[in-house]
């Protein structure tokens, strides 16, 4: 494996390392890794790391990170469909979620808006929201579930997105799908591309039969209800299909970017 780099701080309490480790793990490579013996030594087989002095912990735990999205994506199944439920099980009201306040939510003017298509595709034009409503689009209830515990079931209507990669020529053995919102903060997300081609992952334009409302993310957020909550994009304005990781705003804070639901 070759000489391996040295990554505690001298005074951590490795117990307590190991445990926040432990937490950043999905649920079959925690069991795993506790069966295991859950230890420094068991760290260094996942990240080819020797935990024992003088770097970054928080460096660590992303290597552990990153050690989960490969195992994510090994386990992901693109076949496999999200639970759906009649509409009687919708819950309301749904709940408005971001990291800012519904007052402080992207006012797009829908008449003015564009999506702008970039990267490895053929057709490079910009869609207004019109042409986008003319293309064939299906309903489904599905569970929203939030990295923060919570969960609500809505209705949501769009055109499927791996149909809309098709018909703009995109180049699907891409690793990615990257959108760019329209947020304050510029929040941007990828979507790897077996998620991005699910067939329950969807341009999203109406909520309930209704067109999307600036709650929800009027005009069009990515519905992907094989993920958490955060890994869908509201607010889109743009798509990259790449095979450069361009990172993301939750994705840069040390959230997982696979984050299957």
């Not at 490795?14 to 506790?34: C, E, G, N, Q």
Request: a positive charge; proline letters at 6%.
């Amino acid at each position: 494996m070759g000489r391996m780099r040295k990554l505690l701080i001298p005074g951590v309490d490795k117990a307590l390392l190991v445990r926040d480790a432990v937490k950043s793990m999905p649920d079959l490579t925690r069991r795993r890794f506790i069966s295991g013996g859950a230890s420094l030594g068991a760290l260094t087989l996942l990240t080819g790391c020797d935990v024992t002095d003088s770097f970054s912990a928080e460096e660590m735990l992303k290597q552990v990170s990153k050690f989960n999205d490969g195992v994510q994506a090994l386990m992901f199944n693109p076949n496999a469909m999200a639970p759906t439920f009649p509409e009687s099980a919708i819950t309301k009201p749904f709940p408005f979620n971001a990291y800012y306040n519904l007052d402080e939510a992207p006012e797009v003017d829908g008449k003015t808006w564009k999506l702008e298509v970039r990267g490895l595709v053929e057709n490079k034009k910009s869609w207004t929201l019109d042409e986008l409503y003319q293309l064939p689009q299906v309903k489904q209830v599905t569970r929203h579930i939030c990295v923060e515990g919570w969960s609500a079931i809505g209705s949501w209507t769009g055109t499927p997105l791996r149909d809309f990669l098709k018909l703009i020529g995109a180049d699907t053995r891409a690793k990615y799908v990257w959108f760019q919102c329209a947020d304050k903060d510029g929040y941007n997300s990828p979507l790897d591309m077996p998620s991005a081609m699910h067939a329950q992952t969807q341009m999203t334009f109406k909520f309930g039969d209704e067109i999307l409302p600036r709650a929800y993310g009027f005009p069009m957020k990515i519905r992907v209800p094989t993920k958490l909550g955060f890994k869908n994009p509201k607010y889109v304005i743009s798509m990259e299909v790449t095979n450069d990781y361009k990172g993301g705003f939750w994705e840069d804070q040390g959230y997982n970017s696979f984050s299957g639901s």
